[in-house]
């Protein structure tokens, strides 16, 4: 036997948190990118390695994102919910390391909270959209 669906929440209820949890995850990752950039520009012993060439694979997952999250498009805010974790890890295993404890736990705090507003964005606006559309 199928389960009945759920009805959809009204978009009085929506509308506000789809644009509080857009404006929490677009400041996410606005942090994230230039916590990124300014740890790799002022703070960072790249043991001689080239500057640009370590921004440029640290950033490129999400200038890939920017476009699509800058627009608010909700499958580049799940495609960000993957490509975050990445950072979390990086956040994390930085954490360790006494020399790049507070970027670490920077980066890990940050990650975490565009995961969580990008997924709420998500679920939310596709809850919106559907509910838009006439479904009930």
Known sequence: MARAKKPLPSLEWLEPRVKLSRALSLFSFIALLTLLLVWNLVFADLHGARVGVVLAIQLLPLALLAPGMLMGNARAHAWACFVVN???????????????????????????????????YTRWRFQYDRKLAGEV
């Open 86 to 120: 990445l950072y979390f890890i990086q956040g994390v295993l930085a954490a360790i390391d006494p020399a790049r404890a507070l970027f670490g736990a920077l980066e890990a705090v940050i990650s975490f909270g565009l995961f969580c507003c990008a997924l709420l």
